[in-house]
Antibody, heavy 121, light 112 residues
Framework: QVQLQESGPGLVKTSEPLSLTCAVSGDSITTYYWSWIRQSPGKGLEWIGY???????NYNPSLKSRVTMSVDTSKNQFSLKLSSVTAADTAVYYC???????????????WGRGTLVTVSS | QSVLTQPPSVSGAPGQRVTISCAGSSSNIGANYDVHWYQQLPGKAPKLLIYTNTNRPSGVPDRFSGSKSGTSASLAITGLQAEDEADYYCQSYDNRLSGLRVFGGGTKLTVL
């Protein structure tokens, strides 16, 4: 079955960039869209954005100025970079496949296990 | 403040039926965009529970059902079991701001 696994530093200093990678197995990254979602401690879910195999992206407008996503089809993985982080960016970051018949009405399935990123000075 | 509004908590005894509401507006659910539901067990990643308003993925018990009407949607759980204790989130699309995938704030289900 499809599995996703996030990886990256668990601690990032304030004002530095946060970089995460999601390795996909059981499906080709050339299908569907691939997304990042985060969850601040004790809080709800926030969609960050998604990317397709060609590198086309769609970002959350509230994060757009700081977000860059990329895809590596040779490694079947995609990545997130969030610049100029602050304590407010401390969260569990999930990667997920964004699947469905069209871009607007799609859903997230499956999800990776998530990785906690703490931002601290 | 979430674009989709859910009650912070609901509770029920084993065997009972509970519903979780998800209130939206004319730019998301009311604009006929689909609603999807996720279950997040304690310490785990969210898992797809209902997609496209009413559909259950393979392996999800038929005790879980979804519905949508107007600007809101609901998740119903019948025959409540202790293992259902979790956080539940609705998700849809909002057509403002160049398109936004939005989640509800989440509802904590407690099985008494």
């Amino acid at each position: 079955q499809v599995q996703l696994q996030e990886s990256g530093p668990g601690l990032v200093k304030t004002s530095e960039p946060l970089s995460l990678t999601c390795a996909v197995s059981g499906d080709s990254i050339t299908t569907y869209y691939w997304s990042w979602i985060r969850q601040s401690p004790g809080k709800g879910l926030e969609w960050i954005g998604y990317i397709d195999y060609s590198g086309a992206t769609n970002y959350n407008p509230s994060l757009k100025s700081r977000v860059t996503m990329s895809v590596d089809t040779s490694k079947n993985q995609f990545s997130l970079k969030l610049s100029s982080v602050t304590a407010a960016d401390t969260a569990v970051y999930y990667c997920a496949r964004y699947v469905g018949p069209q871009q607007a009405d799609n859903w997230f399935d499956p999800w990776g296990r998530g990785t906690l990123v703490t931002v601290s000075s | 403040q979430s674009v989709l509004t859910q009650p912070p908590s609901v509770s029920g005894a084993p065997g009972q039926r509970v519903t979780i509401s998800c209130a939206g507006s004319s730019s998301n659910i009311g604009a006929n965009y689909d609603v999807h539901w996720y279950q997040q067990l304690p310490g785990k990643a969210p898992k797809l529970l209902i997609y496209t308003n009413t559909n259950r993925p393979s392996g999800v018990p038929d005790r879980f059902s979804g519905s949508k009407s107007g600007t809101s949607a609901s998740l119903a759980i019948t025959g409540l079991q202790a293992e259902d204790e979790a956080d539940y989130y609705c998700q849809s699309y909002d057509n403002r701001l160049s398109g936004l995938r939005v989640f509800g704030g989440g509802t904590k289900l407690t099985v008494l």
